[in-house]
């Protein structure tokens, strides 16, 4: 083998870089073999209830397994660009609407780390700005695990909370609004070139969450940088602020890499947009608009681009959000080839 040679570990980046494709075609061979394994005992289950030997209940517990082994096979494979397999930058923001909205922001921020917890991934809140009387103005947390971005590039766009306000003296029906942003968290293998005269940065006093953090000197950063769309001339701020370390230099360092990572989303969302156009795909996905609502009254949560909606409400707060992430990229993912 390749990786056993001498020479292979001289360069350790390109041999990190290899090492990584390597897991990766495990990991496939893996799942194929689950598969394989499961499917033959399927057959060889039906064989045994023809003889007699097994009962019907215990063909259908076969089924279900091999169904849902292909199943999770096949919705891997929507997960085949470049960017899925990298990690994710989360952030959310609270609409209008003032402490309803901010309370609905940090319920939203709850579902995802509960969701992160379920799949085993890494969650890293690098800015956090609390509401004004409950919840959180906005949060950006880094999301690092297998196929992280892959999974929750789903949540892209507004999600709508309609309840009866425990701020509303009147108890009346409320709808309220917060946005989710997601971008793949880019590392040193993709280069994106950022020209120096394009940003400027400010300092202040970062405070964490729930009064975490507090610091008496300037640690917390906010980079603005100038972007030019290159095709259109067109100009517009990026802002992004970071207060996760202690530490400006880490502050820094850790801004630029999310600036890293919306310029790379800005160039995906163009290959994507000519993509569509090749294809003449009506189903494009606006990242702007609403996609789900979350009605409490009626215990429903309902996907908008989807139609996938379920009655558990609770258990999606609790970070259920697998039935939902499936039904988008198995109905979008197939567009996403090259």
Not at 9 to 26: F, S
Not at 68 to 89: F, G, H, I, P, S
Not at 176 to 185: A, E, G, I, N, R
Request: charged share 35%; proline share 1%.
């Amino acid at each position: 083998m390749r990786t056993q040679a001498p020479e292979f570990w001289e360069d350790a980046k390109r041999a990190e870089e290899q090492m990584k494709k390597v897991k990766e075609l495990k990991k496939w061979l893996e799942l194929y073999n689950e598969v394989k394994a499961a499917s033959e005992e399927l057959q060889l289950a039906y064989d045994f209830f023809k003889e007699g030997v097994i009962s019907e209940e215990e063909v259908d517990t076969a089924y279900a397994k091999a169904l849902e082994l292909t199943e999770n096979l096949e919705l891997k494979n929507m997960l085949r660009r470049e960017e899925d397999r990298m990690d994710a930058v989360l952030k959310i923001n609270a609409g209008a609407g003032g402490t309803e909205s901010q309370d609905w922001a940090s319920m939203l921020c709850r579902m995802y780390q509960r969701w992160c917890e379920s799949k085993g991934y890494k969650v890293t809140i690098t800015n956090w700005q609390d509401g004004d009387e409950a919840g959180i103005k906005t949060v950006t947390m880094q999301v690092e695990g297998d196929t992280a971005y892959g999974y929750l590039k789903s949540e892209n766009g507004v999600h709508r909370l309609v309840r009866v306000s425990p701020y509303n003296a009147q108890g009346k029906r409320m709808t309220s609004f917060s946005s989710v942003f997601v971008t793949p968290l880019v590392d040193d293998s993709i280069e994106i070139n950022i020209n120096p005269a394009d940003y400027t940065w400010d300092t202040f006093r970062s405070g964490g969450a729930g009064g975490q953090n507090v610091n008496k000197v300037e640690t917390g950063v906010r980079l603005r940088y100038n972007y030019k769309d290159p095709d259109t001339g067109e100009t517009r701020e990026i802002l992004i602020e970071n207060t996760e370390s202690r530490s400006q230099l880490d502050n820094r360092e850790n801004a630029m890499q999310l600036l890293r990572s919306q310029l790379y989303e800005i160039e995906l969302e163009k290959r994507r947009a000519e993509q569509a156009k090749i294809e003449g795909s009506k189903k494009k996905i606006e990242w702007g608009s609403q996609i789900r609502s979350y009605v409490f009254d009626d215990r429903r949560v309902k996907d908008h681009r989807t139609d996938y909606q379920t009655s558990n409400v609770q258990a999606v707060m609790d970070g259920d959000l697998d039935g939902f992430i499936k039904a988008y990229l198995m109905q979008f993912g197939g567009e996403a080839k090259e």
